[in-house]
């Protein structure tokens, strides 16, 4: 099993230029997430599948957008980058809603 | 919506020393707590969870408290060792309609010094 794993894993972009960050999980589950990790702030949601077919916005959503494309993948798509975006990016799964979330390595994104 | 606030921001104890890390959360609905570990330049990996009709639990040399009328939750390491030392990250998972969304603190650097 790889578990969770995210390309690539790193990527510098200009500013108002486009780009997908790609998750897949070999685990059977359900759920899915992407979170965005900068210093000194933890890590916040940006995006939610709790299962195929559905998703949902998290605390910090402006500026992406989401599409399950089946139980296996999630992907994120950055429409027109802006330095704010700046950050390391997780990708992270779990069974069903409310258990234990599997992290994959992270994709750590630099917009210039 | 949910609000987890860590403290302390960060620690640095000696080898064999014990370790506590608080956080509190804001939504009563909450009900799952873990409790995450990232080393530097690493994912974070889940090290401990509780469940909102536990009061505690442990293993091996950590645990962890929660005190659902204060909502507030702890994780305590024992017998700390320099390979304890990473990042650590309370979460909550928010209740009702945001069921398995979770909300982070702002994470503790612990550093266990030989």
């Known amino acids: 099993n790889a578990g969770v794993t995210q390309t690539p894993k790193f990527q510098v972009l200009k500013t108002g230029q486009s780009m997908t960050l790609q998750c897949a999980q070999d685990?059977?589950?359900?759920?899915m997430y992407w979170y965005r990790q900068d210093p000194g702030m933890g890590l916040r949601l940006i995006y939610y599948?709790?299962?195929?077919?559905?998703?949902d916005k998290g605390e910090v959503p402006n500026g992406y957008n989401v599409s399950r494309l089946n139980k296996r993948e999630f992907s994120l798509r950055l429409e027109s980058a802006a330095p704010s975006q700046t950050s390391v990016y997780f990708c992270?799964?779990?069974?069903?809603?409310?258990?234990?979330?599997?992290f994959g390595p992270g994709t750590r994104l630099t917009v210039t | 919506g949910e609000n987890v606030e860590q403290h302390p921001s960060t620690l640095s104890v000696q080898e064999g020393d014990s370790a506590v890390i608080k956080c509190t959360y804001s939504?009563?609905?909450?009900?799952?707590f873990p409790w995450y570990k990232q080393e530097l330049g690493k994912r974070p990996q889940l090290i401990i969870d509780?469940?909102?009709?536990?009061g505690e639990k442990k293993d091996q040399r950590i645990a962890v408290t929660l005190n659902k009328t204060a909502k507030h939750f702890s994780l305590h390491i024992t017998e700390t060792q320099p390979e304890d030392s990473a990042v650590y990250f309370c979460?909550?998972?928010?209740?009702?309609?945001?069921?398995?969304?979770?909300?982070f603190g702002q994470g503790t650097i612990l550093t266990v010094h030989p």
């Open positions: 979460a909550a998972s928010q209740g009702g309609t945001s069921y398995g969304k979770l909300t």
């Open positions: 685990m059977n589950h359900n759920s």
């Open positions: 939504d009563s609905a909450s009900n799952y």
């Open positions: 509780i469940r909102s009709n536990v």
């Open positions: 992270a799964s779990s069974p069903t809603e409310g258990r234990e979330q599997y």
């Open positions: 599948s709790a299962s195929e077919g559905t998703t």
